[in-house]
């Protein structure tokens, strides 16, 4: 699918691949999407191109584009692409692209990308905090804690958790992970909903437990379940009694859905 405004739909990878090259800038942001819903790794080079498209700006200055590719090649996970990422973070018009950019590096797992988010980290200028420290978090990038305790005072409480989860994983300590919690009786529902992933990567009995108490809907707190499992089960010790704790809860949810 290459010409201008073309209506085929996308049902091929390689369909998909050609669309990122047409002229309609809505089915160049599906055919991204596409790409990283189907984890073609065929697509990983054409969604680097993508990440420097300069044709597809909305007003606020922001490229569409330009994040629904970071955001499919952090569903990939090809280290092929982590110079490009690492380059998309140079854009400082779009912080949601350079936010895009940094979860995908983190889901990549791939340490080229410590120095450049503990610069971002060190900056000045304003960052998408959140996403910075859980992706050294997620890197297990665990020096940087002198520079991630100061954000406990941070105006954001999405941006205060984000700590509370990385020196949670860093030290074990119970304060940080009851500071998460705390967040699941909160007024604002995207808070709880905030919560409830940030429990999801700390994996611990009671973000079990408090995940299962949580009020939000039982679709997340399976999602959430779901990646603790997954952790478990890709870990080298296998946890029999945290396992058997998450599957009776999905069991129990799923009646109840």
Request: hydrophobic share 50%; charged share 20%; glycine share 4%.
């Amino acid at each position: 699918m290459t010409a201008a405004n073309s209506v085929e739909p996308i049902l091929s990878p390689e369909a998909a691949i050609a669309a990122l090259s047409c002229d309609d800038n809505q089915i160049r942001y599906y055919a991204a999407w596409w790409l990283g819903k189907h984890q073609v790794q065929a697509g990983c080079a054409a969604l680097c191109d993508a990440l420097f498209d300069e044709s597809y700006r909305i007003p606020d200055g922001g490229y569409p584009l330009r994040r629904q590719a970071a955001r499919a090649l952090g569903q990939l996970k090809n280290p092929q692409a982590v110079s490009a990422l690492i380059a998309a973070l140079e854009c400082d018009t779009d912080l949601r692209l350079r936010e895009a950019a940094i979860v995908a590096l983190a889901a990549i797992g791939d340490k080229q990308a410590v120095t450049p988010l503990l610069k971002l980290l060190q900056s000045s200028y304003e960052q998408p905090y959140e996403a910075l420290i859980e992706a050294l978090a997620t890197l297990e990038i665990w020096s940087a804690r002198p520079l991630v305790e100061p954000f406990f005072a941070h105006s954001s409480e999405r941006v205060q958790c984000a700590a509370a989860r990385y020196m949670y994983l860093l030290t074990k300590q119970p304060q940080y992970l009851e500071r998460i919690v705390q967040n699941l009786n909160h007024d604002n529902m995207y808070l709880r909903w905030a919560a409830v992933f940030d429990l999801g990567a700390v994996g611990h009995r009671q973000a079990i437990e408090a995940i299962l108490a949580a009020k939000v809907p039982n679709s997340l707190k399976l999602l959430n379940l779901k990646r603790i499992l997954e952790a478990i089960l890709d870990s080298d010790a296998f946890q029999k009694e945290l396992s058997q704790l998450i599957f009776k809860a999905i069991d129990d949810l799923l009646i109840q859905l």
